[in-house]
T-cell receptor, first 115, second 112 residues
Framework: AQSVTQLDSHVSVSEGTPVLLRCNYS??????LFWYVQHPNKGLQLLLK??????LVKGINGFEAEFKKSETSFHLTKPSAHMSDAAEYFC?????????????FGQGTELSVKP | DTAVSQTPKYLVTQMGNDKSIKCEQN?????MYWYKQDSKKFLKIMFS???????INETVPNRFSPKSPDKAHLNLHINSLELGDSAVYFC???????????FGPGTRLTVL
C-alpha cells in the first residue's frame, strides 16, 4: 500500500530565507510523486512532479524537490521564501499502473512566511 | 478559460436534503475524480471515472453517487445530506490515469 508522511504540520520561515518541507513516502511500485500548493480558499495547484526521469525536479515559483529512493524522501525546497509562498503544501504519491492512478495525499504542511 | 470548473462554489443546505455538484473540464482529459477535503484539510479520493467508466470507488456511503454523462463532465449527487458531509469537494482531471491531476476551485458544502 502506498502512503505519504509529511514530517511537519507547520513550518515558519522569514522572508528571504530558505524553505524546506519534508516528505517521506512508501510505495510498493515505482511511484509518481507530486507537490501541490493550496492557497487559502483556493483549489490545488501543481508545483512539480517526479515520474522516474531526473531525480532533481524543478517546479514553478522557484521550488524544487529531490527524489531519494534510498531514503524514500521527496523533500520540497526553495532558496528564498516570498510572502506569497504562504500556503498549505501537499506531498502526493500515485501509482500510475495500479489503483486507477488515484492520488494519495499527505496530511499537509502549512507554510508561514514572516516579513 | 477555466480548465476545470465546478458549480456551485458554495452550497448551504439542511440535513436530509438532496444536492448535486457539477464538474466540467475543457482539457480533453480521459479521467476525472472527486476528492473530499475535511476540516483539517485532509484530502481523500472518493471516485474516479475513465472515459465514463467508474474505475475508483472508495469507501464512500452509497448516499453519494457520481454520474458521468460524457468524458468532460463528472457530477456528484448526494442524497439525505448529513452534518458530517460538510466539507470542500474538489473535482480533478488527468490526461490518463496516473498523470498529474488538475483541480477545480472546490465546492464548499455546509450542512446545517
Amino acid at each position: 500500500a502506498q502512503s505519504v508522511t509529511q514530517l511537519d504540520s507547520h513550518v515558519s520561515v522569514s522572508e528571504g530565507t530558505p524553505v524546506l518541507l519534508r516528505c517521506n513516502y512508501s510505495s510498493s511500485y515505482s511511484p509518481s510523486l507530486f507537490w501541490y500548493v493550496q492557497h487559502p480558499n483556493k483549489g490545488l495547484q501543481l508545483l512539480l512532479k517526479y515520474t522516474s526521469a531526473a531525480t532533481l525536479v524543478k517546479g514553478i515559483n522557484g521550488f524544487e524537490a529531490e527524489f531519494k529512493k534510498s531514503e524514500t524522501s521527496f523533500h520540497l525546497t526553495k532558496p528564498s521564501a516570498h510572502m506569497s509562498d504562504a500556503a498549505e503544501y501537499f506531498c502526493v504519491v500515485s501509482d500510475r499502473y495500479n489503483q486507477g492512478g488515484k492520488l494519495i495525499f499527505g496530511q499537509g504542511t502549512e507554510l508561514s512566511v514572516k516579513p | 478559460d477555466t480548465a476545470v470548473s465546478q458549480t456551485p462554489k458554495y452550497l448551504v443546505t439542511q440535513m436530509g436534503n438532496d444536492k448535486s455538484i457539477k464538474c466540467e473540464q475543457n482539457l480533453g482529459h480521459d479521467t476525472m475524480y472527486w476528492y473530499k477535503q475535511d476540516s483539517k484539510k485532509f484530502l481523500k479520493i472518493m471516485f474516479s471515472y475513465n472515459n465514463k467508466e467508474l474505475i475508483i470507488n472508495e469507501t464512500v456511503p452509497n448516499r453519494f453517487s457520481p454520474k458521468s454523462p460524457d468524458k468532460a463532465h463528472l457530477n456528484l449527487h448526494i442524497n439525505s445530506l448529513e452534518l458530517g458531509d460538510s466539507a470542500v469537494y474538489f473535482c480533478a482531471s488527468s490526461r490518463f490515469r496516473g498523470n498529474e491531476q488538475f483541480f477545480g476551485p472546490g465546492t464548499r458544502l455546509t450542512v446545517l
